[in-house]
């Protein structure tokens, strides 16, 4: 490698969020609990699925590495965004700022898989109900998420490696609260004409694919709905969640990536709304329109309110048994 593709920068300053000193606090608070809420709701999402039987179908099983997704995202971009407004300091190393754009892209790819991936499990369900079970054994959902693991880790390895090429000279301001690919692209003072053509090929190829086969399944499901039993009529219902998820990722990412010219206040709520905001709706979206995952979660709160009660019954008796003895 020449020395003109070495990059002189040793770290880029993160401007974060545009507000005011004094709303820090304010903001801090808020994005940590947010995180939590993300943290939290995903996890019990995940072990739900993982302890009730009755949820070991593939769409829950979809719907557990989704969750994981959402979680792995958030966690790229929230925890340093809260260290810098608790510390005051905007920087992150070069380094540090490469895997940040790596994990973001993968986590960010791998959701639009996956959503596509669970539009296609519902399409079975009420397009070909007779075959379901067929269309979609275990095999199928196996390999259906590790080919979108496989190549969403090809595609953020892509797109990592060509930007490791490029030299960052004298400027190392970006004005986000992360290391996002198109705002590194703008900094560099090397030729970016390549990163560009794989973005808009390789990137929109994969984006728009899946957006094509989504809005193809819903029109499909549509057609069905006019002319559907009772029982399709139920499975079509649980597509609202999906459709909810799909037009707020898809939204955010549209007007951030292709609507905009330039990163402003308006891209850094629209970044925020994909990054933090949909990861933490997706468990309450899924699992108050889902009635597996609430006879789960109620089961779960009994068994908790059970392992309690028989607690303090045992304390109970102890104490009685201790008195009595004295």
């Known amino acids: 490698m020449g020395p003109e ?19 820090q606090r304010g903001f801090f608070t808020l994005f940590l609990g947010m995180y939590l809420t ?17 949820l070991h179908t593939p769409v829950h099983f979809f719907l557990s590495h989704l969750a994981f997704s959402d979680i792995s995202l958030s966690s790229v971009t929230v925890p340093k965004m809260l260290t810098n407004m608790q510390t005051r300091r905007q920087s992150i190393p070069y380094v540090g700022c490469i895997v940040q754009v790596y994990f973001f892209m993968f986590f960010v790819c791998l959701d639009n898989f996956l959503l596509a991936v669970m539009l296609y499990d ?3 369900a009420i397009c070909h109900p007779l075959h379901y ?4 054994r275990e095999g199928l959902c196996m390999l259906l998420v590790a080919v979108s693991w496989i190549v ?20 190392n301001t970006i004005s986000h609260f992360f290391c996002d690919l198109t705002a590194l692209l703008k900094l560099s003072c090397s030729d970016i004409s390549l990163n560009e053509l794989v973005i808009f090929t390789e990137e929109g190829m994969l984006v728009y694919l899946s957006l ?32 909810f998820v799909v037009s707020l990722y898809y939204g955010t990412l549209a007007s951030v990536y292709l609507l ?9 709520t629209a970044s925020v709304m994909y990054t933090v905001v949909t990861p933490m709706l997706n468990p309450f979206i899924y699992s108050l329109r889902n009635r597996d995952i609430k006879q789960a979660l109620e089961m779960c709160f009994n068994r908790v309110n059970i392992f309690k009660w028989q607690i303090t019954k045992s304390s109970y008796w102890s104490q009685e048994q201790v008195r009595y003895s004295s």
């Open 260 to 268: 905009s010219s330039s990163w402003d206040s308006k891209d850094i």
């Open 122 to 124: 519902r399409y079975v």
């Open 152 to 171: 969403s880790c090809d595609s953020a390895l892509l797109h990592t490696l060509l930007l490791v090429r490029l030299s960052f000279c004298a400027e």
């Open 212 to 243: 094509v086969f989504i809005l193809y399944s819903y029109i499909c499901i549509g057609t069905i709905i006019l002319r559907v039993s009772t029982e399709r009529l139920f499975k079509a219902s649980t597509c609202g969640s999906h459709l």
């Open 133 to 136: 079970t067929t269309i979609m």
């Open 38 to 54: 993300t943290v939290l709701g995903n996890l019990l999402i995940i072990l739900l699925i993982r302890l009730d039987s009755r």
């Open 5 to 23: 593709n070495q990059s002189s920068v040793s770290e880029f300053l993160l401007l974060g969020l545009p507000m005011r000193p004094g709303q």
